[in-house]
């Protein structure tokens, strides 16, 4: 919303329509050398009047617009927006993604399960304010993707840039656990929950996932673990990361329920079963809901000065009309 800071200076530009009136209307405004056509002797002419016009109508406009804005600069032009100021801190919570290839499971229509998973992810996202927020993804090994930050939109570029088998074919459901609790470990957020994404049974890694869910419920930090897509023989469809190779296969497809459970429940958090696109909405909205807590809010007025940009473009419009004048049309005054 565009406001000014001493908005009677802006009484000035109830002089501009008399200005306008003496410089443009008010016959006899300048001196006129009469010349009669009659003692001329040679062949009639015939100036391109519109033409000329018109260019001196876009010329008087650019001059009388500039005016305008430099009244407008005495005035203190600037631009106003209301932000949030938050209070109080929000939750810091670490999204834990599966990059298996069983992840490229086609049991989550239109799409495979990674995609599935990835937009419902993006949707929480969306949901959360003034929550930082990180991702690590694994495959056989572990890795921090983006620590818990409030720049949501660096997030979700980091989000789209994850590729299925990227970080190898197996399921290191514990290293990813460990990574996350480890970039919680320092946090001084009052509540701290990691959020576990797999379809899958952990078989690589050097730390269990026991030993995971034991070091979050010490450092005060709940699991939801959500088990994505149901067991049994699926199709699978995936592009090799690393030679672009397209791979369509049929999958065995098992997960750990009761270990996905008892991580959860250790740290004292949920465990979640999604079965379809649908399902993985509502177990995302459900934590959603779990995790709101009472924030103190200020709305605060921000104030950006537009008066630089005012005095740039009435400085460079006036410029044109005085170059055009003099330069083009030979005007001496």
Do not use: C
Not at 48 to 72: D, E, H, P
Not at 123 to 138: A, K, L, Q, Y
Not at 267 to 288: C, K, M, N, W
């Amino acid at each position: 919303m565009l406001t000014f800071e001493t908005p009677q200076y802006l009484l000035l530009l109830l002089l501009l329509p008399p200005a306008i009136y003496f410089r443009h209307f008010r016959r006899n405004k300048g001196a006129i050398l009469s010349f009669p056509f009659k003692v001329w002797k040679g062949s009639g002419f015939y100036p391109r009047q519109f033409f000329i016009k018109s260019i001196l109508f876009v010329l008087a406009l650019f001059f009388w617009i500039g005016i305008v804005l430099f009244v407008l600069v005495l005035g203190g032009p600037s631009l106003s927006r209301h932000e949030k100021l938050y209070l109080s801190r929000g939750v810091d919570i670490m999204i834990v993604f599966d990059q298996s290839p069983s992840m490229a499971g086609k049991d989550f229509p239109p799409v495979n399960r990674f995609e599935t998973a990835r937009e419902m992810t993006r949707h929480f996202i969306n949901g959360r304010e003034n929550d930082p927020i990180g991702i690590v993804s694994f495959g056989t090994e572990a890795v921090l993707r983006v620590p818990p930050t409030l720049d949501y939109n660096l997030l979700k570029q980091r989000l789209n840039s994850l590729k299925i088998m990227e970080m190898g074919d197996g399921t290191a459901i514990g290293m990813g656990l460990a990574v996350a609790a480890l970039h919680l470990s320092h946090s001084k957020a009052d509540e701290k929950i990691i959020i576990l994404l797999t379809d899958g049974e952990n078989n690589s890694g050097e730390i269990q996932p026991e030993t995971s869910a034991s070091i979050a419920q010490k450092l005060g930090i709940r699991i939801y673990s959500i088990g994505i897509g149901q067991s049994g023989e699926i199709a699978a469809e995936f592009t090799d990361p690393d030679t672009g190779s397209v791979y369509s296969a049929t999958l065995q497809s098992k997960f750990d329920e009761q270990l996905l459970r008892r991580i959860a429940e250790e740290s004292g958090g949920r465990y979640f079963h999604a079965v379809s696109p649908g399902t993985l909405e509502v177990v995302f909205q459900t934590i959603d809901s779990l995790e709101s807590i009472e924030r103190l809010v200020k709305m605060q007025v921000v104030f950006e000065p537009l008066h630089y940009l005012f005095i740039l473009v009435g400085f460079i419009l006036i410029l044109i009309e005085f170059i055009v004048r003099k330069a083009v049309f030979r005007e001496i005054l």
